[in-house]
């Protein structure tokens, strides 16, 4: 079973910036598709963008021109760079395969406060 062990959180102004990381512990890493989700309190889990196999990338509209996915098949690692942060960003960021409903990471803070 893959696991997937995200980092990179924290807590940030408006406007900043953060890179999260993702690193995956399976063999075949790059016939993957690979996506960040994230989770707000009291609200459901979302898909926030998405990286196939062959470096296509999709984004939810919220986060277009702020939020880049790509991927190092040679590290197993997905990244999520994520610029001018806004307070709504706020939630726990996690990575896994973009249609996953179990096997999820312990996730990574994104806090955006001033």
């Known amino acids: 079973q893959v696991q997937f062990v995200e980092s990179g959180g924290g807590l940030v102004q408006p406007g900043g910036s953060l890179r999260l990381s993702c690193v995956a512990s399976t063999t075949g890493f790059n016939f993957l598709d690979m996506g960040w989700f994230r989770q707000a309190p009291g609200k459901q889990r979302d898909l926030v963008a998405r990286i196939s196999s062959t470096y296509s990338t999709n984004y939810i509209d919220s986060v277009k021109g702020r939020f880049s996915i790509f991927r190092d098949n040679t590290k197993n690692t997905v990244y999520l760079q994520m610029n001018n942060l806004k307070p709504e960003d706020t939630a726990l960021y996690y990575c896994?395969?973009?249609?996953?409903?179990?096997?999820w990471g312990q996730g990574t803070q994104v806090t955006v406060s001033s």
């Open positions: 896994n395969h973009p249609s996953a409903t179990t096997n």
